[in-house]
């Protein structure tokens, strides 16, 4: 019997995956709505990318006014995502949005600063 | 429903590394224990890929010893003797302190590294093969990480497909003999063979050059022939070059070789980035003092080289 939808299976249809037995359908989606973590072969690290997105602008501090929204915004869209198979914390998210904070902050004032003078 | 159902029954999995992070050629690889199951992950910094190979599905893991350590001891060797030369002139001509202090902290990071480095054993290629074909295990990378892992991996893939028996070896080569012998599928790319003759050529030339440094440092060349002769000499070590690193590319040529050759785009690029940076760092500098230090560090570093390439490639002539 199909451990996803109950159906009876014949032999040549049932497909064994960690110990649990599938038909073709309930496979197909599982990997398609990645709820059958057995069959992932690849996960997006959003956490990282935030963080990639709150740092870059080191290199260049005119790049803040874009980039820490951009940080904030995919910390908040990633926050609910899937993240690695692996045990993982959330810490890069909060250092993210922290730092996407600081920098809409300072660029912000900045551009106070620009129209004051 | 399907949907929902499938959610309802995910079942969290454990994962425990069995590996520390290495680095392979496309990222950082690690490995990691399933519950019934390897998992090999390749961390790309923005994503993971994952693959995993599950213990009734091993069929081998293959183990063999690579020279990757005594090639970054001869890296870090060679860039610390660049370094070494470099603080030994600074010493005589009273350099900036701060620029002293930069180099001796990079003398300092570079010796720990290499002993580090050896520290960690032996290096190794290990290939785990299943049905499927053979893949590397990027995430083993030294002997003695190799030796743990299989320790750890044997009693689970002996639980999974029952422990081996030497009886088994016997019955199994008779059921093998009795029908034909299926084609062989090519699980391994094939390499082509290279007799490394542009790999000769460099040495060759590497030779000539520390010919040229040592009677440099003795007598040295007069303005215009020494300018040809450098721009003959860099070109001609550039084609060298480009020409060993395409041809070695899949070839059946010795890794050591190969891995050399890097070492020596890595030395040429090294005495180019020294020869127009020290100038500019260190403006005070005369002009024979710093042919003086490029034919040291020439001398040193292509003495290795050479010896290195003969050693590689003497078996092939």
């Known amino acids: 019997m199909c451990d996803g939808c109950g159906r009876f299976l014949c032999a040549l249809c049932d497909v064994e995956l960690s110990g649990q037995h599938f038909c073709a359908p309930c496979l197909e989606t599982g990997q398609r709505k990645r709820t059958l973590t057995q069959l992932e072969t690849r996960r997006v690290l959003y956490d990282n990318i935030a963080l990639a997105l709150a740092i870059l602008p080191v290199l260049s501090c005119f790049l803040f006014p874009v980039t820490s929204p951009l940080a904030i915004a995919v910390a908040i869209w990633g926050w609910r995502k899937p993240s690695s198979l692996l045990p993982r914390t959330r810490v890069r998210f909060v250092l993210a949005i922290l730092i996407g904070l600081l920098g809409l902050g300072l660029s912000i004032a900045w551009w106070i600063t620009i129209f004051a003078s | ?317």
């Not at chain 2, 079942?11 to 224990?33: C, I, N, S, V």
Request: proline share 6%; hydrophobic share 45%; glycine share 6%.
């Open chain 2, 1 to 317: 429903m399907v949907d929902h159902d499938l959610r309802l029954m995910k079942t969290p999995r454990e994962y425990h590394p069995l590996t520390r992070r290495a680095y392979g050629p496309a990222g950082r690889y690690r490995l990691y224990l399933g519950n019934d199951h390897l998992l090999h992950v390749h961390e790309e910094y923005f994503a993971e890929r994952y693959r995993r190979f599950y213990f009734s599905d091993i069929q081998a893991i293959v183990c063999q010893r690579t020279g990757t350590r005594e090639i970054i001891t001869l890296l870090h060797l060679m860039v610390l003797i660049g370094v070494a030369l470099l603080l030994a002139a600074m010493t005589v001509y009273a350099a900036p302190f701060p620029l002293v202090i930069f180099f001796w902290s990079l003398f300092g990071v570079l010796c720990l590294s290499a002993i580090v480095n050896h520290l960690r054993g032996p290096t190794c290629a290990c290939f785990l093969q299943t049905a499927i074909g053979t893949e590397r295990l990027y995430a083993v990378n030294r002997c003695r990480t190799a030796h743990r892992v299989l320790a750890q991996l044997q009693p689970l893939i002996e639980a999974a497909q029952g422990a081996f028996q030497p009886a088994d070896l016997s019955t199994a080569s008779d059921a093998v003999a009795a029908p034909p012998p299926p084609p062989p599928v090519p699980t391994v790319r094939q390499r082509k063979h290279c007799r490394g003759i542009a790999h000769w050529v460099l040495t060759g030339l590497l030779a000539l050059d520390l010919a040229a440094s040592l009677t440099d440092l003795y007598q040295p060349m007069a303005g215009l022939l020494e300018t040809l002769y450098s721009l003959l000499m860099l070109f001609g070590m550039l084609g060298a070059l480009t020409a060993a690193l395409i041809t070695q590319a899949h070839s059946d040529l010795p890794v050591g070789a190969k891995r050399l050759t890097w070492v020596s785009l890595g030395f040429i690029v090294f005495a180019l980035l020294a020869s127009s940076l020290i100038p500019m760092i260190w403006p005070n500098i005369h002009e024979n003092e710093l042919k003086y230090w490029g034919n040291v560090y020439s001398v040193l570093g292509e003495t290795i080289l050479c010896l290195g390439f003969w050693r590689s490639l003497r078996r092939r002539r």
